[in-house]
């Protein structure tokens, strides 16, 4: 792990050195605590490679609380104290009702440790309206299908759309205040 971690920070460390708008970090389900634990050892270790940059932070049915609630995981509750810290990186937390997997309607900072720091927004989606409801009926049983429609396809526009979060012409920011 501590390896996987080391060459994340080795990558992440190449993709801030390009210049760009905004840089997104998604993470989904488990890998929102690896993701933590990378940008939150580039916060300890390069605080200053934040500085006059728009980073987006989104953890989509994310487990983190899975591992930080764990007795050993200081390490990954410190790390999620210190991102939520830093003011140039904005972070939300996509969740879905019907996802069993991830913490519904839980802060993720404020559980970690870290009531006192900013915490962030939840964008919660309904999955319901965003397939068809031939495809919600098909997949609504199958926990770890729903678990990983987070990063899928809609049927039908909705206010959330990962594609477009990562790939279209909005600052991925935007997808944090759906209307």
């Not at 879905?96 to 802060?107: E, G, K, S, V």
């Not at 919600?136 to 729903?146: H, T």
Request: proline share 6%; glycine share 4%; hydrophobic share 45%.
């Amino acid at each position: 792990m501590k390896q996987w971690v080391e060459e994340g920070l080795v990558s992440a460390q190449a993709a801030f050195s390009e210049p760009a708008d905004e840089y997104v970090i998604t993470s989904h389900s488990m890998g929102a605590s690896v993701a933590t634990q990378v940008l939150g050892a580039l916060v300890e270790r390069e605080p200053d490679l934040f500085e006059r940059k728009r980073i987006i932070f989104v953890t989509l049915g994310g487990a983190i609380l899975q591992c930080a609630l764990l007795r050993s995981a200081e390490v990954l509750r410190t790390r999620v104290g210190a991102i939520a810290h830093v003011k140039e990186i904005f972070w939300f937390d996509v969740q879905c009702l019907t996802d069993a997997i991830n913490f519904y309607r839980c802060q993720v900072v404020a559980l970690a440790g870290h009531p006192d720091a900013p915490q962030p927004p939840i964008v919660f989606i309904r999955l319901r309206h965003m397939l068809s409801p031939e495809r919600y009926r098909r997949i609504k049983r199958d926990f770890l299908r729903v678990h990983r429609q987070y990063v899928l396809d809609a049927d039908v526009r909705a206010p959330f759309d990962f594609t477009m979060m990562t790939a279209g012409p909005f600052s991925a920011a935007s997808f944090a205040n759906p209307s």
